[in-house]
Structures are given as structure tokens and as C-alpha cells.
């Protein structure tokens, strides 16, 4: 026995009582731990190889949820654009109307008020420009009926939490989503 092993099994074991057994042990053990970082050997830890790999079952059933969560979720940002705003609606006459205001308010106006109705003259183009193109949700409400019954039973969403949100009677219905979910 070295001198160092020696000292190794008195820092453990105080005495030295039959060295050659107790040097075998710490031997035993000085294999088992390892010798780099802290923690245990990887003898111990299941090696990644060892995970099992997802099913084909669980892939499709992860596409499908993503699927219809983008399908819903296009419907229902498509449905809160085409709602309609709160107030009285404005024709394209009165922004018409309003733009030449705006305009002769200009030739006169501070620094200040020229660019605060510099933006409302932006803003009030704008709406003009998108007044006519109303939001086409056919298409969205479309993929929504296809997958609206599955979502709804995936997620535990009810008929009262659809409509409250301000999905149609009528779409619910052809989507088969009973009131009782």
C-alpha cells in the first residue's frame, strides 16, 4: 500500500484496520466517481439514446392541434376586424367633406396645428382608402366549421363562451357545436 493510499484510508476511515480491504473499497469507489465536474458517474444517468422517440400517433395528433389552432385563431382575428366600430359610420362623402376642411384649416394654421391636422388629413386618407375593402371572412369561416367541433371538445370550450366572444348562431350550428358543450 502507498503512502497516499494509506493516507487516503486513514482521512476515511480514521484507523487502518486491514488496509488491503479497506484500499480495494475506496478503489471500488474512486472508479465509480467521476473525475471531472461534480455529480454522478454517467454510468448511472440513462444515456439520451435511451428516451424514447415520439409515435407517429403523437406527431399527427401535435400537427393537428397546431392546425386547428391557427385555423380558429384566423377566424376569430378575422371576425374581430369585421366587427363592427362603436359610433356613427362615416360615408366616404363626409371624409370627403372633412379632407376639405382640413385642407383650408392648413393655409392657416401654427406649426402646431399644422401637424396635428397634417396627421388627422393622413388618417382620414387612409380610412378613405380602406372604407371599400371590408374584411372577407367566407373563406376563414369556411375552415372554422371544418374543425370548430374537434377545437371545442380538445379545448372544453362551450356554445355560450363562442357566442359571448361573438361567433355566429349560425355558424356554430354548421359547425355542429352543440349548445349542451
Not at 75 to 85: G, I, N, T
Not at 153 to 159: G, L, Q
Request: aromatic share 6%; net charge positive; hydrophobic share 40%.
Amino acid at each position: 500500500m502507498t503512502q497516499k493510499n494509506f493516507a487516503v484510508c486513514q482521512a476515511l476511515f480514521i484507523t487502518p484496520q486491514i488496509p488491503a480491504q479497506k484500499l480495494n473499497i475506496i478503489q471500488k469507489l474512486v472508479s465509480v466517481v467521476p473525475t471531472k465536474g461534480v455529480g454522478i458517474s454517467s454510468d448511472f444517468m440513462p444515456s439520451k439514446s435511451d428516451k424514447s422517440a415520439m409515435s407517429d400517433d403523437h406527431k399527427a395528433a401535435l400537427a393537428q392541434g397546431r392546425h386547428e389552432s391557427r385555423v380558429v385563431r384566423d377566424y376569430l382575428e378575422a371576425l374581430k376586424s369585421s366587427k363592427p366600430k362603436r359610433g356613427r359610420k362615416r360615408t366616404a362623402e363626409s371624409i370627403q367633406k372633412r379632407l376639405s376642411a382640413v385642407e383650408v384649416e392648413l393655409t392657416s394654421a401654427d406649426p402646431l396645428n399644422e401637424l396635428l391636422l397634417l396627421q388627422e388629413r393622413r388618417d382620414l386618407q387612409d380610412e378613405f382608402e380602406s372604407l371599400g375593402s371590408g374584411t372577407d371572412i367566407s373563406s376563414a369561416e369556411a375552415e372554422f366549421v371544418k374543425v370548430a367541433l374537434d377545437y371545442s371538445k380538445r379545448r372544453h370550450i362551450s356554445y355560450a363562451t363562442w357566442r359571448e366572444f361573438g361567433v355566429d348562431a349560425a355558424v356554430l350550428k354548421r359547425a355542429g357545436v352543440p349548445r349542451s358543450l
